[in-house]
């Protein structure tokens, strides 16, 4: 009989039971926890104004790394979106702004003081430096992000930790989760559990197409 036993839970950690599931498909739900759900990152950045010691480039790069909280049920992967469009809509893309001003002492430019125009898509944490600011430098610039998959870049993994271990009987598998914090640890694994789903399925019409 197959089935998922929560054993433990919290938002950012989950270890389950998974019974009945052959190895194969359950080494393929953890890689699919790990890279396979699509989470907000920032993809294009405009500079405006940038007089720090921080190279363009590396304001971008700082910027993509941060982890955005995600709301899957809202958005979609640029890929599927009815835009079609490079620039992206409000169905596939959310604009961040940051202006960090003037200021006659030096100070540090952090991921709070980043706007964003959806109430949802934020840094994850408001903490994080992105640089240092001697008096009189400015940093202005607008990013926008996209759904992605870790697949694709590092920057869009949806957990840092997805490892499974056997359990006390055959076909039987523990999975331990910790995400990055764009979902919460049950998102990624129902997501993930719906992307096998989905995986499957055209694989079995591939092979049915075949025959």
Request: net charge negative.
């Amino acid at each position: 009989m197959t089935s998922l036993d929560i054993i433990e839970e919290s938002e950012n950690r989950i270890v389950v039971k998974l019974k009945g599931i052959p190895l194969q498909y359950a080494n393929a739900l953890r890689r699919i926890c790990l890279s396979g759900i699509p989470t907000f990152a920032v993809d294009d950045v405009v500079i405006i104004e940038n007089s720090s010691v921080l190279a363009d480039e590396g304001v971008a790069h700082r910027l993509a790394m941060l982890p955005l909280r995600t709301d899957l049920t809202r958005f979609v992967e640029p890929s599927a979106c009815d835009c079609h469009s490079d620039v992206g809509c409000s169905k596939c893309r959310v604009l961040l702004m940051l202006d960090s001003g003037s200021s006659d002492t030096t100070r540090t430019v952090t991921s709070q003081d980043l706007s964003s125009e959806d109430e949802v898509v934020k840094p994850v944490n408001p903490n994080v430096p992105i640089v240092a600011l001697a008096p009189g430098q400015k940093l202005k610039v607008e990013a926008y992000a996209r759904l992605g998959r870790g697949s694709e870049h590092a920057k869009w993994n949806s957990s840092t930790i997805a490892i499974l271990t056997e359990g006390g009987n055959p076909e039987e598998h523990i999975l331990a989760v910790e995400t990055v914090g764009s979902l919460t640890a049950g998102e990624v694994v129902r997501s993930a559990i719906d992307e096998l789903e989905r995986r499957l399925g055209e694989f079995q019409q591939t092979i049915a197409a075949l025959s």
